[in-house]
Nanobody, 121 residues
Framework: QVQLVESGGGLVQPGGSLRLSCAASGRTFGTYAVGWFRQAPGKEREFVAAINLSGDNTVYANSVKGRFTISRDNPRNTAYLQMDILTPEDTAVYYC??????????????WGQGTQVTVSS
């Protein structure tokens, strides 16, 4: 049984940066893809980024491409989302998730509890 715990959220000013972490337990971390999603108030959850098992393939939503970077450290059982040049539109609860097959937006079968990111001056 996989468990995912996000951390690193908080309040940041526009233009600032945050790094989110997703700590995994319960299974060998390198056996599944990891994705990040977000959900803003009143909106549906949306795909942000994903990384494959070995970490050598990544995909990003157009809205974050060039500003966010997803990575993973398999020996440390942790995935990361580096977020730069943040804007108020990035305000949301951010979730990490795992996928057994593939890494597209529809492949995920388990999500963590989320961490709040608020971008405001």
């Amino acid at each position: 049984q996989v468990q995912l715990v996000e951390s690193g959220g908080g309040l940041v000013q526009p233009g600032g940066s945050l790094r989110l972490s997703c700590a995994a337990s319960g299974r060998t971390f390198g056996t599944y893809a990891v994705g990040w999603f977000r959900q803003a108030p009143g909106k549906e959850r949306e795909f942000v980024a994903a990384i494959n098992l070995s970490g050598d393939n990544t995909v990003y939503a157009n809205s974050v491409k060039g500003r966010f970077t997803i990575s993973r450290d398999n020996p440390r059982n942790t995935a990361y989302l580096q977020m730069d040049i943040l804007t108020p539109e990035d305000t949301a609860v951010y979730y990490c998730a795992k996928a057994e097959y593939g890494m597209g937006p529809g492949a995920y079968d388990y999500w963590g509890q989320g961490t709040q990111v608020t971008v405001s001056s």
